[in-house]
């Protein structure tokens, strides 16, 4: 494995109509899950991904399997829970621009994740371990979970690769800022988002929020800034890296876990940490121009293509 990651995916049910969800007849299904996600940019890229977690023994866990195995993702680490249910929610549209999200996932199979399930041999042969911090806020096992993960690659030299993405509605704001500092610290690399820094730290300017980060002991930190790019601060130096412009945004959900699975592509080809950058942001600008966590994904060509803007006809014939 290129990467391997650990987390929850859950199945998505979305309203197709607007308005509040007990006027709603209709929904869409869709697989929707932060690890998953950056596993299968990996893969759409054309690395070698594998995704550990634990499903419920029931029909949406035999999906989510199905679906990101058919994406090229390694799953031999999923564990099928026979007394626990997968994880599910909602999105409620109340207007074209405003949507709720509503998650029935305490006590799912994903939050009964323990280190037991992991096999230190299987982390042990990838360049990279991806962890976020959703998973240590699910339950105490899987925070003990993702520590016992980071443990087994800092002792095979497998490098950390930590975004925060918070959920504040999963823990306390104190040991959410807690945990978030704690597993900065461990990583090697820290992916955050302008808001989480600010959450964590303070307001503050890129250059002092991605400092603070860097100070806690990671090698490299890459603070995401949206629409605005990424800046990065490293052993190798710092710097804005630019973003790409996208004339509408469709969906925003999922780009920064095609912001990651850019970065770390550029990371596995060898790519200086900016030109890595650079990769991650073009990967989620393509993100926001389609519906869905995983749809705008590229593959490796259209991913080149996007970056160099390359003139081509609107149809491919």
């Given at each position: 494995m290129d990467v391997i990651t650990l987390g929850e995916t859950m199945v998505l049910f979305t309203a197709k109509t607007s308005?509040?969800?007990?006027y709603a007849g209709d929904f869409s299904s869709k697989i929707a899950g932060a690890e998953s996600n950056v596993a299968i940019g990996l893969a759409r890229l054309g690395h070698q991904a594998g995704w550990i977690s634990r499903?419920?023994?029931?029909?949406?866990?035999?999906?989510?399997?199905?679906f990101i195995r058919g994406e090229g993702v390694d799953v031999s680490q999923v564990t099928f829970d026979e007394t626990a249910a997968t994880g599910l929610y909602f999105k409620e549209k109340l207007t074209p621009s405003e949507f709720?999200?509503?998650?029935?996932?305490?006590?799912?199979?994903?939050?009964?994740?323990?280190?037991?399930?992991?096999?230190?041999s299987y982390i042990s042969g990838a360049q990279f371990l991806h962890v976020t911090g959703i998973t240590p806020a699910l339950s105490e096992h899987c925070y003990e979970t993702v520590l016992a993960a980071i443990d087994y690659a800092k002792r095979n030299n497998v490098k950390v690769v930590f975004d925060p993405n918070l959920r504040?509605?999963?823990?306390?704001?104190?040991?959410?800022?807690?945990v978030l500092r704690e597993l900065s610290a461990q990583a090697d690399i820290v992916l955050p988002g302008i808001d989480e820094a600010?959450?964590?730290f303070g307001k503050s300017t890129p250059e002092t929020l991605a400092k603070s980060f860097y100070d806690l002991g990671p090698a490299t930190v890459i603070l995401k800034l949206g629409k605005a790019g990424a800046y990065v601060y490293s052993n190798d130096g710092k710097g804005f890296v630019e973003g790409f412009p996208v004339e509408q945004v469709v969906d925003p959900v999922g780009a920064g876990d095609g912001f990651a699975a850019g970065c770390l592509s550029g990371l596995i080809d060898g790519i200086d940490v900016r030109e890595a950058v650079r990769r991650g942001n073009a990967v989620g600008a393509m993100v926001t121009m389609a519906d869905g966590d995983v749809e705008g994904l590229p593959e490796r060509d259209r991913l080149i293509g996007f970056i160099n803007q390359t003139d081509k006809d609107d149809v491919e014939r």
């Amino acid at each position: 494995m290129d990467v391997i990651t650990l987390g929850e995916t859950m199945v998505l049910f979305t309203a197709k109509t607007s308005g509040l969800m007990r006027y709603a007849g209709d929904f869409s299904s869709k697989i929707a899950g932060a690890e998953s996600n950056v596993a299968i940019g990996l893969a759409r890229l054309g690395h070698q991904a594998g995704w550990i977690s634990r499903l419920g023994n029931d029909e949406f866990g035999e999906r989510i399997q199905s679906f990101i195995r058919g994406e090229g993702v390694d799953v031999s680490q999923v564990t099928f829970d026979e007394t626990a249910a997968t994880g599910l929610y909602f999105k409620e549209k109340l207007t074209p621009s405003e949507f709720r999200l509503k998650y029935y996932r305490r006590d799912s199979a994903a939050s009964r994740m323990s280190a037991s399930d992991l096999d230190e041999s299987y982390i042990s042969g990838a360049q990279f371990l991806h962890v976020t911090g959703i998973t240590p806020a699910l339950s105490e096992h899987c925070y003990e979970t993702v520590l016992a993960a980071i443990d087994y690659a800092k002792r095979n030299n497998v490098k950390v690769v930590f975004d925060p993405n918070l959920r504040r509605k999963l823990w306390s704001e104190d040991r959410a800022r807690s945990v978030l500092r704690e597993l900065s610290a461990q990583a090697d690399i820290v992916l955050p988002g302008i808001d989480e820094a600010e959450f964590i730290f303070g307001k503050s300017t890129p250059e002092t929020l991605a400092k603070s980060f860097y100070d806690l002991g990671p090698a490299t930190v890459i603070l995401k800034l949206g629409k605005a790019g990424a800046y990065v601060y490293s052993n190798d130096g710092k710097g804005f890296v630019e973003g790409f412009p996208v004339e509408q945004v469709v969906d925003p959900v999922g780009a920064g876990d095609g912001f990651a699975a850019g970065c770390l592509s550029g990371l596995i080809d060898g790519i200086d940490v900016r030109e890595a950058v650079r990769r991650g942001n073009a990967v989620g600008a393509m993100v926001t121009m389609a519906d869905g966590d995983v749809e705008g994904l590229p593959e490796r060509d259209r991913l080149i293509g996007f970056i160099n803007q390359t003139d081509k006809d609107d149809v491919e014939r």
